[in-house]
């Protein structure tokens, strides 16, 4: 008969087999190709965890990537693209992920994600950052800091039906589309970033923002081959406007876009979403994902305009002792006067500025 401690020790090796102990290491070029079959099969997964984003991050913005793998039975369980940046005008933190929308850790379960938590937490000391930040669809963690009602994320639903993705607009916006249609304004896919840069390099200093560098576009497309293109919309053969999207999944997401002065009078800008959301449903992608927005801004008022309503993003803080979190938002007063300069900069001078404040901001 077996005895009390034996019952103990055979559970106890059940228990061993059921849940193997969890490793947590960095990430290697190695891990690539399985990292992102984790990413694609994860709940959560989105196309901001892949991992081509770790070398562009490192090459184009002279990052650290502190990207974590958590393994168990010697296979990935659970992943966190995490980086380091560090800026004098915009603080020093641990980011998941910069310039994205999403990328807060994914985990097989409960036990993963503890984990790659507390992995996180000990980079936050050892770095010196002053915060860790998950970009979290869904705050999780009671005991972090969370912020809402700063960031929307616009998506829904469309077919392969062109009419009735048409009809799915508003009325107003609409006929904006159906009028640019009648004009001389054509659409072409691309995946040279010249055209691309152009517009969007005016449109952005309009904004008062900084420029990312023209080689990010390039070194997007390389890194996400034809999961990323480029729209753009022609007039009389001059590009007036021009979007970056990303696909994954049945998800088609228009990224980086932007407009010259001529494309809001003719419609450009509203034609180069629709040529998007075209091109996309007629290869059958099924979600159009206008991205992100902050409150309170133009951008968030075009994508309601089209019919599109905001789904909140919760994002998640732990602060080192002491620190504090820095109000990295156009609408920050402490920035104002740098944004109004901004706008008046000859464009070949904010594009040469901009690629050495950007790394820090995003």
Known sequence: MATAVGRAETAAARDQTQHPPITVRPMTDGDAANWDKFVRAADGGTFFHLAGWRQVFAEIFRLTPRYLVAERDGKIAGILPLVHQRSWLFGNALISAPFCVEGGPLAADLEVRDALDAA????LQETGADYLEFRSRTASRPEWQTRRGLYADFSKPITGDEKQNLLAIPRKQRAVVRKALEGTLSGAVERNPDNLF???SESVRNLG???FPKRYFAALIGAFGSDCDIVTIMDRGQPV??????????RVMPYYGGGTAAARKNGANDLLYWEVMRQAAARGYRQFDFGRSKANTGAFAFKKNWGFEPSWLEYEYRTRTGASLPEKNPLNPKYSLLIAAWRRLPLPVANML???LIRGLG
């Open 120 to 123: 996180a937490l000990e980079l």
């Open 198 to 200: 152009r517009v969007y």
């Open 209 to 211: 923002t900084p420029v």
């Open 241 to 250: 406007a021009a979007v970056m999207n990303f696909y994954f999944r049945d």
């Open 354 to 356: 901009g690629p050495l």
